[in-house]
T-cell receptor, first 111, second 113 residues
Framework: KQEVTQIPAALSVPEGENLVLNCSFTDSAIYNLQWFRQDPGKGLTSLLLIQSSQREQTSGRLNASLDKSSGRSTLYIAASQPGDSATYLCAVNSGNTPLVFGKGTRLSVIA | SAVISQKPSRDICQRGTSLTIQCQVDSQVTMMFWYRQQPGQSLTLIATANQGSEATYESGFVIDKFPISRPNLTFSTLTVSNMSPEDSSIYLC??????????FGDGTRLSIL
């Protein structure tokens, strides 16, 4: 059974810092890995999707990498802003199976 | 990307009652998913809803408690039946998969008194 772990559970940084969020999964036979953002009381916003054949994806200040063989992904956020404060969720699936989520990293960026 | 609308956005219900949550997508999709997010927890899949067939429920979730309808390729409903305080959660509808990003609605925040 696939399990997804995210470290750290919470992170507080001053504005402007670069930061890395970590995600690991137990079964490397994944099809996709997806990073989401969730604001308090809200739904999920898809940030980046990495297919199993890809090593990384970039969108603006966000860069996600995937090392499928070691079961790891990182989300790099450059020049963090207070508006980046949210919970970041990592999720993986295999083919047509539903996503399996980690518990998330709660990020606070302090102005 | 698909635009997903969920109704209601939030509700406060009495125990023992039932609530039906609606999910409308702006394009035809094969698979729709229903998730639950309990307070302080991550998302747990309740069931997968395919048009024209019975929903497939995950371990720990049963049709009598969470009946699902999928009448067409753009719409689905989830009913939370005979509610108890333990059902207080955010319920989320999602579409996507098979190599494409999975997208979520804004969720329904449900509180049971």
């Amino acid at each position: 059974k696939q399990e997804v772990t995210q470290i750290p559970a919470a992170l507080s940084v001053p504005e402007g810092e670069n930061l890395v969020l970590n995600c690991s999964f137990t079964d490397s036979a994944i099809y996709n890995l997806q990073w989401f953002r969730q604001d308090p009381g809200k739904g999920l916003t898809s940030l980046l999707l990495i297919q199993s054949s890809q090593r990384e994806q970039t969108s603006g200040r966000l860069n996600a990498s995937l090392d499928k063989s070691s079961g790891r992904s990182t989300l790099y956020i450059a020049a963090s802003q207070p508006g980046d404060s949210a919970t970041y969720l990592c999720a993986v699936n295999s083919g047509n199976t539903p996503l399996v989520f980690g518990k998330g990293t709660r990020l606070s960026v302090i102005a | 990307s698909a635009v997903i609308s969920q109704k209601p956005s939030r509700d406060i219900c009495q125990r023992g009652t039932s609530l039906t949550i609606q999910c409308q997508v702006d394009s035809q999709v094969t698979m729709m998913f229903w998730y639950r997010q309990q307070p302080g927890q991550s998302l747990t899949l309740i069931a997968t809803a395919n048009q024209g067939s019975e929903a497939t429920y995950e371990s720990g979730f049963v049709i009598d408690k969470f009946p699902i309808s999928r009448p067409n390729l753009t719409f689905s409903t989830l009913t939370v039946s005979n509610m108890s305080p333990e059902d207080s959660s955010i319920y989320l509808c999602s579409v996507g998969g098979a190599g494409q990003p999975q997208h979520f609605g804004d969720g329904t925040r449900l509180s049971i008194l």
